[in-house]
Nanobody, 123 residues
Framework: QVQLVESGGGLVQAGGSLRLSCAAS????????MGWFRQAPGKEREFVAA???????YYADSVKGRCTVSRDNAKGTVYLQMNSLKPEDTAVYYC?????????????????WGQGTQVTVSS
């Protein structure tokens, strides 16, 4: 069982930056693939970024070049650095964990989810 707690969301002006954090419980964090998803009002939850247990990274086209996902296994934490934020980035951001070697962009690949953190970008 893994518990995930996100933090770092908030209100930021367009063009600004935020760094989201997701702290995971448990001693085997290094063994999990980690993902970030987001859900805007009235929309489905969508893939943002992922980092595998061997540090391979994946990004949605909508955030590529503006976001960086990283992990610190010693701290049991995954990060999402978001730069050049746009109003369309406004959403609740969720982190997720998976111990299975599945397609990292799909929601069904992940077994554990955090409660989410709100990101609001004003124009």
């Amino acid at each position: 069982q893994v518990q995930l707690v996100e933090s770092g969301g908030g209100l930021v002006q367009a063009g600004g930056s935020l760094r989201l954090s997701c702290a995971a419980s448990g001693r085997t964090f290094y063994n999990y693939h980690m993902g970030w998803f987001r859900q805007a009002p009235g929309k489905e939850r969508e893939f943002v970024a992922a980092i595998t247990r061997d540090d391979t990274t994946y990004y949605a086209d909508s955030v590529k070049g503006r976001c960086t996902v990283s992990r610190d296994n010693a701290k049991g934490t995954v990060y999402l650095q978001m730069n050049s934020l746009k109003p369309e980035d406004t959403a609740v951001y969720y982190c997720a964990a998976s111990s299975r070697d599945n397609y990292p962009r799909g929601r069904s690949a992940y077994d554990y989810w955090g409660q989410g953190t709100q990101v609001t970008v004003s124009s």
